[in-house]
């Protein structure tokens, strides 16, 4: 049984060797042909001197087509090239190369991956004879390792996209102002997509409300002028399209050139093959968009572009999700940059009217007050600050102020084109007209031409390059006073909302101001004229006394005041003596006083001694109906004996002078005019000849600085310095003596000297 | 770092004599030169180097923006020229070196004597009626190829050479390996390489030329080589009878000739 089964094994055994032994005693030329690997054998200049039947499978040609040609020329453009910087001079200096990749080209056009093995058969001098090659098919192996060098790729562009996404979000941190992080985006954002150029627009809200925003230029680099305005004038309307979608590509083609044909022009002229919008967003709010163009690719630094010409890059997917993030991180930076702004300038705002207000409450003359806005105007808040007010010989520029001194003189000529030679320019006269601000962000120079009312005016306008304007009228209880034009030229940035909001916080402060300056002037001027109309005459000649009289306005506040004085020859040879102060320094003050003055004279026509004017005046006060109180002084004056008779409604004492000295008489002051009335004392005396009355109202006495008192001693004083003096030159020295030159009252003085 | 560590700069031959630069094209390193340049050792200082990125040059010198366009090259040679306080020089430059040579020389005028341009091409692709070669397509097609053969190359290619126990110092040599390259300084090499336009320089070429075209070269055909000849004033164009872009391996006898029986 063992046995048996021995000798069948043994059987088998035999049989499989004796077919083993036929496989191996292979003939070497099937070895050579039918190997699983191509063959070749090349002379030293590469020429092809023996081929296996493999390879010529491979290559889909008889042997024939194969033998005499060259390795090289069975290789595909780049494996020629590989082959004859690297696989060749290998050969030569090493002897061997190993698993060089190679694409052979087969009959059908189709290639082949290959590995090629080589090893060069040199003479004993070194001298090469013959290279023997051996190729491998790598198809699969080919494939997996392009998707290895693929996967690597996408790896590298995703590093380097992380890469530019972290020093963009680095640089947009840094960025404070939204002209800094604009230059970031653009910056960045052309770099990542290798764009020629890039501009950024952003929205801003238009003039008036429920307006579509427009868009604003925020920065460009990279892109010529001509192509930047096509942009810009196709950037208002697509700004809604765009914002809609994600980052889109617009061929600069046939297409574009249908719906804008002057950007397709524009695009051409600058050798950009596509336009990329990015939507700029912040937290779904669309703020702008970014737009980057490309090329063709023609030009790659001193570099060919391998791109044909006229081809059309398209972004990959890779750089699409980039700038998309970009478009989103930049949003959020403007965002922040924008606030950031919006907070300085409120700041700045509040500081400017601030400024202003402080300037306009101390204003002391209108002219002077708006000149000096002006100043602070320009250039604060704008380039050139003009100023046109009603008058009462109508209108008048009264500031016409550009920040650059150079321009002034523009300024100044247009002068010529604004009242009072000139009604008003446009933007000035709509607002005056319709009583409401004028915003013009942008001038469009074709309504400039058609605005203006004279060629030179438009040359003088162009000259000052205007580019944004506001025009506020003046308006202050319901009147019209006038319109504030401030304009921005080209180097500053146009006029917004705020800015116009600003402009009108400050006209609205100007109103008040003008219309309180003119209201002041006003009623001046009213009080100057009643004023005068009720002060007497200078005194008239009285034989036997020689008088003098001073008025003096106070010198702040409001010029008018209730002082008067009065001096009645009597019949009798007498003479009536007084002088007055009613309280207040108004219209009204001045309207008590010519009353009072009014009734004084009527009761002269009885000569009534002065404590019987007082005592009258008293009982008569509320049937006058007066609204104000007075203090007054009355004297009566014998000329021939010289007999004083004094009497005082609350009234600082009359001084006398006689012989250098000066005494107050003690006259005892009864109530002022207007209070509940008491018997009215009366003091007599004389004057003797020579001697002299002086007669004043508190003004020339009390100040702000010292009291009643005081004032009176010095007064006293200075009359005894002056004694000898006539009444003129004393009223002149007593005034120069204690008159300050601000004067917060009236002064009515009065001096009478009786002949010696 | 001296342009001479940079850039492996070896000398050797007569000092004092005529110097000889050379300088190897697109492809591997100084040892293209290995049969050539000993030849000129008797007579001339003989000069040899590697461009920035191959050979035994510092890697860590490579600065893609400096080596961007073959004037960052050109700037390299001129820096090794002027370290050795070379006068007169002939240059000799193989493929894209003889354009660097072009540039070294706008450079630098006063260092050059003459100029050797062995396979020159002032561009690869055909641009009008100009006959480059190649199409973009086909550049396209020889910059994935080099792609192709990074992965295999940069880790397996020198191991395996090795075997020459009995010439040690080829093996060392051989570690080092002649092509290996990083590969993106290769595939940039071969870019600013075969991307160049260089015909606007070549007018500007003021020292004698000689232009030494290959037979059958696909890399720098016969018409390249002319334009190149028929550009540089004065120059002379010497037809080689040997085949492909590397005479001076394939046949560094006819080469060495040539260039003696010119100079």
Redesign the interface.
Known sequence: MTSTRQATDRRVDDASRSRLADLLVDDPTDLFENAPCGYLSTLPDGTIVKVNRTMCEWLGRPAEQVLRTRLRDLLSVGGQVFHDTHLEPLLRMQGAVREVALDVVRSDGALLPCLVNAVELRSADGAPLMVRATLFEATARRRYEREILAARRAAEASEAGSRTLQQFTTELAAAVTTADAAAVVLHRSRRAAHATGAALWLVEAGPHAGEDPGVVLAGAEGIPADLLDALAETAPGRVQVVLGGGVRTVPAGSALRAVWPALADAAAGAGCSDLVVVPVTADDTHLGALVLTLDDGSADGDLISLAEPGQHRSLNEVETDLLATLGRQAGQALERARLHEETARQAERSTFLLDAARLLARATGVTETVERLAEMVVPRLADMCLLDVVGEHGMARVVARHGDPARQRLVDELRAWAPPHRELPAPARAAMQEGRTQWFPALAEDWLADVVRDPAELTAVRALELASIISVPLVAEGRSLGVMTLSADRRRRPFTRADVELAEQLALQVSLMMAKAQRYELEASTSHTLQTALLPPPPPQVPGVSVAVRYLAATYGVEIGGDFYDVAPLPGDHVAIAVGDVVGHDITAAATMGQLRSVYRSLLVEAPAPSAVIDRLQASWPLLGLQRMATALFATLDLPTGLLHVASAGHPPPLMIIDGEAEYLPVVPSRMLGAPPAPALEWSGVLPRGGTLVLFTDGLVESRSQDIDAGLTRLREAARRSAGAGPDELCDRLLADLAGTHRADDIALLALTRDA | MSARTRNDVRVSGRDGARPMVFAH????DQ??W?FVAPEFESDHQVVTFDHVGFGNSDLAAYDPARY????GYAEDVVQVMRDLELTDAVFVGH?VSAMIGVLAHEQAPELFGAMVMVGPSA?Y?DDGDYVGG?S?A????????????H???ST??AP??MG?ADRPELTAE?TNS??RTDPDVARQFA??SF???NRADLPGVSVPTLVLQCSE???APEPAGRYVHENVPGSTFWQLAA????PH??APEETTAAIRAWL
């Open positions: 094209g697109y492809g591997c040892n293209m290995r961007g366009s073959l004037r493929s561009r692709i190649f973009r086909q550049i396209r097609d020889l910059l994935d190829n080099l792609d192709a053969n992965l295999g190359w397996a290619m395996v050479i020459n051989l002649f092509c870019r600013v991307l160049s336009d070269d696909v890399i085949t492909g872009h590397c391996l394939s």
